[in-house]
């Protein structure tokens, strides 16, 4: 069974920034595409950020573009997300997912999630 795993949330004043890591056991993690998203209180749940299995390729929402980095370590079966310069609007529960796209639906493993709170 998938086990993921997120960390690395916490309070942070704008413009600051905080790195998520997401903790991923069960099976081979190496062999999987891996994403991020975001849930604001009220809100439906966003894409964020994917990564191929590889690394090779990332794919970022609009919002984040250029502030957030997503990667990983095959070698730690762990996937990261680096999130600079952030917002209030940032705030929200942030998961990690196992799959490959933009669309929630294309994921079939999530972790429970980590708060990211951004004062203005």
């Known amino acids: 069974q998938v086990q993921l795993v997120e960390s690395g949330g916490g309070l942070v004043q704008a413009g600051g920034s905080l790195r998520l890591s997401c903790a991923a056991s069960g099976r081979t993690f190496s062999s999987y595409a891996m994403g991020w998203f975001r849930q604001a209180p009220g809100k439906e749940r966003e894409f964020v950020a994917a990564?191929?299995?590889?690394?090779?390729?990332?794919y970022y929402a609009d919002s984040v573009k250029g502030r957030f980095t997503i990667s990983r370590d095959n070698a730690k079966n762990t996937v990261y997300l680096q999130m600079n310069s952030l917002k209030p609007e940032d705030t929200a529960v942030y998961y990690c997912?196992?799959?490959?796209?933009?669309?929630?639906?294309?994921?079939?493993?999530w972790g429970q999630g980590t708060q990211v709170t951004v004062s203005s």
């Open positions: 990564i191929s299995w590889s690394g090779g390729s990332t």
């Open positions: 997912a196992e799959g490959a796209g933009s669309l929630m639906d294309e994921y079939d493993y």
